[in-house]
């Protein structure tokens, strides 16, 4: 039986890793927003509000940061051991990653989460903010869905192909 080498063991962990944030994110767009769209305005506003404050716990943190950190070491493993045929599928991985999960959630889920904050549930304005969340808000989920799913998809692949 072949030992796993330090590589595989980062490869895998970070497949792993993916595979668990996509999920999160998987759940959030095929059961919950469908869930929270369909209450009144009111009730869905104060749900997602109090999600948002909810998901901030070193669990979600540690898997969704905790995974941005191993993409850096998978982005550096592929640039340092570039002849190694893994290297396209670290470097790729890593990057879907980063963008697709860690800067899409900083630059557009996050913002209309802080907008989102800020309203009061019952008003008016809450309301019409909250259409243009849902589907906004889903959309740019999606991306957070499938950017890490794939990285995933990415990061087994290497699994199978040796150095």
Request: one cysteine or more; proline letters at 4%; hydrophobic letters at 60%.
């Amino acid at each position: 039986m072949n030992q796993m080498s330090w590589l595989d063991t980062l490869t895998l962990a970070s497949s792993v890793g993916s595979g668990l944030v996509a999920g999160f994110f998987f759940a959030f767009s095929t059961t919950v927003m469908k869930a929270l769209g369909a209450l009144p305005p009111a009730q869905g506003i104060a749900a997602m509000q109090s999600i948002n404050v909810v998901v901030i716990n070193p669990w979600f943190f540690a898997a969704f940061f905790g995974m941005a950190v191993l993409s850096l070491v998978m982005i550096c493993a592929a640039i340092l051991h570039w002849s190694d045929p893994r290297a396209l599928y670290w470097l790729i991985g890593g990057l879907l990653y980063l963008v697709g999960a860690i800067v899409v959630t900083m630059v557009f889920n996050v913002p209309r989460n802080n907008v989102l904050a800020r309203l009061a549930a019952d008003s008016a304005e809450g309301a019409r903010f909250w259409a243009d969340y849902l589907s906004s808000w889903t959309a740019w989920n999606h991306v957070r869905t499938v950017a890490p799913l794939v990285a995933a998809v990415l990061f087994a692949i290497a699994l199978g192909v040796r150095a």
